[in-house]
């Protein structure tokens, strides 16, 4: 079928916990251009103002954050000033994160597995002030920077997911997180698999729902401040770097980051409900249908689809 086409699929899951069986186009879900077209917004010509301002802060923020930035957080990870870096120093470079219901995570037991929304390749920064010892499960294309990172003293030792999304795949990430959560370790999954625009979440993924652990929702929802200007920091086809350029050119990226009451799997639920169940829960907070979409329509559209 073409691209353009509705697409669904179907799960099943409890009855008033559900993904509904909707038709949704795949294009709805993705940014296709990384600047809201037509150009005929009051939006659009304040962007084109601050274009110039915007290049000296991404010059100035990319000197600051990856020579002394990221070693200066790895530094204060080892001595406990992690919080007071988030707050003071990465608004600096562009973030900002605000916690709601922060009580939840707080009373986190450990090891545990944190489970949200995905919406840039940036995700994970909200949790570097909330613990020393967590470990993201994330994408192969970090390998990359997992060197650098290493170097200037940010050890992470991610578990990696690959894109094809194999039976062989999933069971090795399975035996993975089974590895890290029997040394303690506190992991973060995004079972989505692609990020999206925030318009809806993906189709959970079930790996890390069939391991028999507690599951710590998290809702993350963007917000630009002093307004959204009309560019996107994730696009179809485009690179990390790229995106990080047009990361950084945003006057102030704030994550709000809402946790979610703890969820165990149920007597009789399988672990395809439960994932359904999980997404929905967080669907909901943020407002935003629970799709039956993959990672793979994701990648069908970054394969055929060529941006404006």
């Known amino acids: 079928t073409e691209l353009s086409k509705m697409v669904t699929k179907t799960r099943s899951s409890t009855s008033d916990e559900s993904i509904s069986e909707v038709k949704y186009d795949p294009k709805d879900f993705f940014f ?6 037509p150009y005929n917004t009051i939006n659009h010509l304040l962007f084109f103002l601050y274009f110039p301002i915007g290049l000296l802060i991404v010059i100035f923020r990319a000197i600051l954050f990856i020579p002394i930035g990221i070693p200066l957080y790895g530094l204060s990870r080892r001595v406990g000033f992690q919080a007071f870096y988030m707050k003071y120093f990465t608004p600096i470079v562009g973030v900002s994160v605000k916690h709601h219901n922060r009580e939840m995570f707080d009373k986190l037991p450990t090891p545990a597995i944190i489970v ?25 294309y970090w390998k990359n920077y997992q060197k650098y990172l290493h170097m200037v003293g940010l050890r992470l030792y991610p578990v990696f997911v690959t ?7 999933q069971q090795r990430v399975r035996n993975e997180i089974k590895s890290r959560i029997r040394e303690g370790k506190t992991l973060v999954v995004y079972p989505e698999g692609a990020t999206t625009n925030g318009k809806g979440t993906l189709l959970f993924n079930k790996y890390v729902f069939s391991l028999n652990e507690e599951i710590q929702p998290l809702a993350i929802r963007l917000e630009f401040w002093p307004f959204r200007f009309p560019i996107h920091v994730d696009m179809l086809r485009d690179s990390f770097a790229s ?3 047009w990361f950084f050119l945003n006057p102030l990226l704030i994550y709000h980051c809402t946790y979610l009451p703890r969820q165990n799997i149920r007597p009789g639920e399988t672990d395809i409900e439960f994932a359904s169940r999980v997404q929905k829960l967080i669907s909901d907070e943020l407002k935003i249908p629970a799709t039956n979409l993959t990672f793979k ?6 394969k055929g689809w060529k941006p404006l």
């Open 243 to 245: 995106n990080l350029f």
């Open 32 to 37: 296709d251009n990384r600047v809201d077209q």
């Open 163 to 169: 894109r094809d999304g194999t039976a062989e795949d």
């Open 297 to 302: 329509d994701k990648n069908n559209l970054r």
């Open 116 to 140: 949200s929304n995905h919406r840039t390749d940036y995700d994970i920064v909200p949790l570097f002030e909330m613990s020393l010892d967590f470990i993201p499960v994330i994408s192969t």
